[in-house]
């Protein structure tokens, strides 16, 4: 199993980015697909979450301006970023768990300049 993002970088507060995680080895479907974040320092957090059993979940701070979604193949996931925060600066990683299993990808940086 392997997954990589893609699609972080630099913008300017109020601007919108798209992330993306492309899977090999898994698909999406009938697992509990998730984005992290982390800042230096600190843990690293939820912040949105599909599953089949739950449904879809956003952290506060992300609700409305977030989405996350896949494609129709359901190798690739997405977060659709609105309306950039600086402190939605972090490191964003890619989460699928299966059979109760967390893989990971590597990361993809996001800075939000103010």
């Known amino acids: 199993v392997q997954l990589v993002e893609s699609g972080g970088g630099l913008v300017q507060a109020g601007g919108s980015l798209r992330l993306s995680c492309a899977a090999s080895g898994i698909i999406f479907s009938g697992n509990t697909m998730s984005w992290y974040r982390q800042v230096p320092g600190k843990p690293r957090d939820l912040v949105a979450q599909m599953s089949t059993h739950s449904g879809t979940y956003y952290t506060g701070s992300v609700k409305d301006r977030f989405t996350i979604s896949t494609d129709n193949a359901k190798t690739t996931m997405y977060l659709q970023m609105s309306s950039l925060k600086p402190e939605d600066t972090a490191v964003y990683y890619c989460?699928?768990?299966?059979?109760?299993?967390?893989?990971w990808g590597k990361g993809t940086l996001v800075t939000v300049s103010s």
């Open positions: 989460n699928i768990v299966r059979d109760g299993v967390n893989y």
